[in-house]
């Protein structure tokens, strides 16, 4: 093993060094956050977008005739349900609908939708096994 010397180490305390490997293979559990978030930021692009008035794909919110938005939160093709019954959160605003995505997405690093997204992926899951 090979280790800095010279320069590069008598700067050494301005480094935080740890002595911690990357695990081979990552938790399944940060690998549904990890997955969760990435749609949410896509989402978060995708409003964007609109907003600047692009043609936008793959929107989860829409707008209905009263002009009220409905912001689903989506686990890859599947629509979370958020609340018994429940499978969507009302907007008034496009800034409300970034602030639920920012929500959500502050909820999912926290681990407030572990249960959920497991639950999720079992079912998905299931349906591939004979």
Same mark, same amino acid.
């Given at each position: 093993?090979?280790? #800095?010397?010279? $320069?590069?180490?008598? @700067?050494?305390?301005?480094?935080?060094? &740890? @002595?911690?490997?990357?695990?081979?293979?990552?938790?399944?559990? !940060? !690998?549904?956050?990890?997955?969760? /978030?990435? %749609?949410?930021?896509?989402?978060?692009?995708? !409003?964007?977008?609109?907003?600047?008035?692009?043609?936008? =794909?793959?929107?989860?919110?829409?707008?209905?005739?009263?002009?009220?938005?409905?912001?689903?939160?989506?686990? %890859?093709?599947?629509? &979370?349900? #958020?609340?018994?019954?429940?499978?969507? /959160?009302?907007? *008034?605003?496009?800034?409300?609908? $970034? *602030?639920? #995505?920012?929500?959500?997405?502050?909820?999912?690093? =926290? %681990?407030? #939708?572990?249960?959920?997204?497991?639950?999720? @992926?079992?079912?998905? =899951?299931?349906?591939?096994?004979?």
């Amino acid at each position: 093993m090979t280790y #800095l010397t010279g $320069e590069i180490m008598k @700067s050494s305390n301005q480094l935080k060094l &740890v @002595s911690v490997i990357k695990p081979k293979q990552q938790d399944p559990v !940060l !690998l549904r956050r990890e997955k969760m /978030i990435k %749609g949410l930021n896509r989402q978060s692009q995708i !409003l964007e977008q609109y907003r600047l008035g692009e043609k936008t =794909r793959g929107q989860w919110f829409w707008v209905n005739e009263d002009g009220v938005i409905f912001l689903p939160i989506k686990y %890859g093709k599947v629509t &979370v349900e #958020l609340s018994k019954g429940m499978f969507a /959160i009302h907007c *008034d605003t496009l800034e409300e609908v $970034e *602030d639920n #995505l920012e929500f959500i997405r502050k909820a999912t690093m =926290r %681990g407030e #939708l572990d249960n959920i997204l497991k639950s999720i @992926s079992n079912e998905l =899951r299931s349906k591939f096994t004979k």
